[in-house]
Every structure is written in structure tokens, then in C-alpha cells.
């Protein structure tokens, strides 16, 4: 059996802190065999720099998994294409730098993003069936990463690839979901892992400018917030020969 621990939306400073503060001490807790983070507004709350993904892995992230901020930070583009396990979406155009899956410790690893309400990129259905079909060897632990708006289509995905993957765990909205289950072929499945990062904001980023936002139409600086910062992570517990998994929890952590 294979313990897998996968992150929400890290953002910003008190997100990196609060995987330096947990990571570690879960790490040991159960044994983890893999530890796989979503990244695209640690640096920030936008982007990712080298500084950042390198505290990320000094705290034990294996995998870093990104979305549509992933181009936020110029520095991290050449990055993409070396041996550092960091991800962008697989289903973006061809010729894009980076890679969107990796296979580490015997598991493939996929980032596919959404197109309902972010953009028009290529279909990630489609993009995840020609990747099963080409890969071979094909490992048998299979983890999604479907940085997606809408939850319809993360619940379409997670069917649509049930019993051919592992897991698909839902990011890019950064409040979690209570629909964690394995579906009834042996995969597990959540619409929105939530964030690691600031409680008091607006999915991470300063209240008061986010209202100012709604409230004018106009354009704000946003700031990471401040305060209190909220832990979300799903555990996974993997059948290693048949890629089925037989169990899905939350882990939901507070840091001052």
C-alpha cells in the first residue's frame, strides 16, 4: 500500500510556512511515499521563482504541480524544461516549455487544466486519453492534478477517467470540497482539494482589495493576506499492483 499526500493551491509566504510547519511531522506520521503540491501562486500569490520551488522541495514536496499562474514569474520558464519535477499543464499547445506529467517514485503524475471559465486551451479529455495510450511502461499509480473553475467539469473528468487513473484531485479554486470518494472503479476523486495559505482573505489574496474590486469594477493590487493560515491536503492510500485506491481523506491543518 502506497500513501500518497496531495496539496492545495499554496499561496504566497504563510502558504510556504505552513508546509514548513506540517510537512515534515505528516511526512513521518504516515509513512509518506509521495508528496505531490500544487504551486502556481506560491511566490506571491502569482507564479513560482526557483527560491520558492527550491523551499518547497527543502520541506518535502516531491512534485510540484502548477495552472494557468504558472507563467507569472519569467525566472521559472527555462526551469520548466530541466530535471527539477515541477509541472504545467499537459494540454497546453504543443511547443510550450515544461512537461505536464512525470513519473517519480514508480507514479505518474499528470497536471491537466480546465477550459470552462479560464481559457481556450486544448482538451484535456483528449489530452489524457492520447498520454494513457502513449505511455508504456505505464506505471500503475496514476495522480491527476485538474486545475479547473468549474466544478462540473473536474466531476466529468473524475468519471470519465474512472478505473484509468488512481486519483483526479481538483485545484484552482482554493476552497475545498466535502465530496471526497473513490468512485466505484477504484478511483479517487474531489472537486477542490482547498488552499494552503491565508484564512482571513479571499482565496489568499487581501480582503479589502478583492471588495474594492466587486465593488468598482476597476483594477486593484492584490496582496497575499495576512493572519491565520489553513493547511488542505488529501491522503490517499493506494493499492501499488492495481492503482486502485482504496481510500480518500482530508487532512486540515490551522497555523497563528
Known sequence: MMLILA????????????????????????????VIANAENAAGGFGLTLATADELFDAGVDVL???????????????????????RPLNYPSGVPGRGYIINKQTMIVNLIGRTFISNFDCPFRAMDKLLAEV???????????????????????????GRVSAVLGTHTHVGTIDALVLPQGTAYVTDIGMTGPIDSIIGAGAEAVI?????????????????????????????????????????????
Open 65 to 87: 504541480t502548477s495552472g494557468n499562474h504558472i507563467w507569472a514569474q519569467k525566472e521559472i520558464i527555462p526551469h520548466l524544461d530541466s530535471e527539477m519535477p515541477i509541472l
Open 136 to 162: 508504456d511502461p505505464r506505471p500503475s499509480v496514476i495522480v491527476v492534478d485538474f486545475h479547473a473553475e468549474a466544478t462540473s467539469e473536474k466531476v466529468a473528468m473524475g468519471r470519465y477517467l474512472d
Open 212 to 256: 474594492n474590486r466587486f465593488l468598482t469594477m476597476m483594477p486593484h493590487h492584490l496582496s497575499v493576506g495576512k493572519g491565520k493560515t489553513m493547511f488542505s491536503a488529501i491522503l490517499l492510500s493506494v493499492d501499488e499492483n492495481s492503482g486502485k485506491t482504496i481510500s480518500i481523506d482530508r487532512i486540515d491543518r490551522e497555523v497563528e
Open 7 to 34: 496539496v492545495g493551491d499554496i499561496v504566497g509566504r504563510p502558504g510556504r510556512r505552513a508546509i514548513q510547519k506540517h510537512l515534515p511531522d505528516l511526512r513521518k506520521q504516515y509513512e509518506l511515499g509521495l
